[in-house]
């Protein structure tokens, strides 16, 4: 598969959506909440004068996680700095820049953050930090794209722990639905996630079934986070921000030190 190289590789690319994104923010056109409508919306709509994350690939030559990615993000900000985050996006992407690595990078530190803020001496904290380091080891694999599943792996893995992922993943959402505190929600997310990327990062059937069993502990983990999470209002709202504070700093740390895409005949050539 070819690589992507951001804004085509072409300076004159980025610049022309950059400078339209700056005229959208001068005008407080980027809008929260808003996918895009009578000359406004959200970082993705005002990008593009579309709401489209799928155009983000041929019109930028940036795949579709990261505009989603991005759109998460800016929902989750204050207002005032979402709209500078969408200006900053931009800007901080290098033009042909390779950019596939940063989602397992940042996923390495997001989930190594949350497993640190939850270490403790409680059982359910410990089967919470299990399931996560499987997803961290996983992370770290596919940022150094060290090795590859072999579909009969892939097939066999999947066999063995749909079922009970499935159901670890429904019951840590029930328990995040069950609360409008930000840190019950956060905790209890942790531990879904960690099952579904437990799964997911199995290499093996001995793997597997370790997975299998972080999955069901950390259904378990979510359960017990209920209770134990609580929080007030205004506490909750400063720890959502405070995570996507955190996040957007260090998305565009990481967009900015990605490296530029070497062309197949290139790397051809240093084989």
Same mark, same amino acid.
């Given at each position: 598969?070819?690589? &992507?190289?951001?804004?085509?590789?072409?300076?004159?690319?980025?610049?022309?959506? #950059?400078?339209?994104?700056?005229?959208?923010?001068?005008?407080?056109?980027?809008?929260?909440?808003?996918?895009?409508?009578?000359?406004?919306?959200?970082?993705?709509?005002? @990008?593009? =004068?579309?709401?489209?994350?799928?155009?983000?690939?041929?019109?930028?030559?940036?795949?579709?996680? #990261?505009?989603?990615?991005?759109?998460?993000?800016?929902?989750?900000?204050?207002?005032? %700095?979402?709209?500078?985050? !969408?200006? =900053?996006?931009?800007?901080?992407?290098?033009?042909?820049?390779?950019?596939?690595? $940063?989602? /397992?990078?940042? !996923?390495?530190?997001?989930?190594?953050?949350?497993?640190?803020?939850?270490?403790?001496?409680?059982?359910?904290?410990?089967?919470? $930090?299990?399931?996560?380091?499987? $997803?961290?080891?996983?992370?770290?694999?596919?940022?150094?794209? %060290?090795?590859?599943?072999?579909?009969? %792996?892939?097939? *066999?893995?999947?066999? &063995? @722990?749909?079922? @009970?992922? *499935?159901?670890?993943?429904?019951?840590?959402?029930?328990?995040?639905?069950?609360?409008?505190?930000?840190?019950?929600? !956060?905790?209890?997310?942790?531990?879904?996630?960690?099952?579904?990327? *437990?799964?997911?990062?199995?290499?093996?059937?001995?793997?597997?079934?370790?997975?299998?069993?972080?999955? =069901?502990?950390?259904?378990?983990?979510?359960?017990?986070?209920?209770?134990?999470?609580?929080?007030?209002?205004?506490? !909750?709202?400063?720890?959502?921000?405070?995570?996507?504070? /955190?996040?957007?700093?260090?998305? #565009?740390? #990481?967009?900015?030190?990605?490296?530029?895409?070497?062309?197949?005949?290139?790397?051809?050539?240093?084989?």
């Amino acid at each position: 598969m070819e690589k &992507m190289k951001a804004f085509h590789g072409d300076e004159a690319i980025k610049q022309k959506y #950059l400078a339209r994104l700056k005229a959208h923010h001068k005008a407080d056109e980027i809008i929260q909440g808003k996918g895009w409508k009578n000359g406004s919306g959200c970082a993705v709509g005002c @990008t593009l =004068d579309n709401y489209s994350h799928a155009a983000y690939k041929d019109e930028l030559d940036l795949p579709v996680w #990261l505009a989603l990615l991005e759109d998460n993000i800016f929902e989750g900000l204050p207002a005032g %700095e979402a709209q500078q985050f !969408a200006v =900053d996006f931009l800007e901080f992407i290098p033009t042909g820049a390779d950019v596939d690595k $940063v989602q /397992w990078q940042l !996923a390495q530190q997001r989930h190594t953050r949350d497993r640190d803020r939850i270490l403790s001496s409680e059982p359910y904290a410990k089967q919470c $930090v299990e399931a996560i380091n499987l $997803v961290i080891a996983y992370c770290d694999l596919q940022s150094k794209q %060290e090795s590859a599943k072999s579909a009969a %792996e892939q097939a *066999a893995f999947r066999s &063995m @722990t749909q079922e @009970t992922v *499935a159901r670890a993943a429904e019951a840590a959402w029930a328990v995040a639905r069950a609360t409008k505190a930000w840190s019950a929600r !956060a905790h209890a997310r942790s531990a879904a996630e960690s099952a579904e990327s *437990a799964a997911e990062s199995a290499w093996s059937v001995e793997i597997a079934e370790s997975a299998s069993r972080s999955a =069901d502990s950390a259904a378990s983990a979510a359960r017990s986070a209920y209770s134990s999470f609580l929080s007030a209002a205004e506490s !909750a709202k400063a720890a959502r921000y405070d995570h996507f504070r /955190w996040e957007a700093k260090t998305l #565009l740390e #990481l967009l900015s030190n990605a490296p530029q895409c070497l062309d197949d005949e290139l790397l051809q050539s240093l084989c």
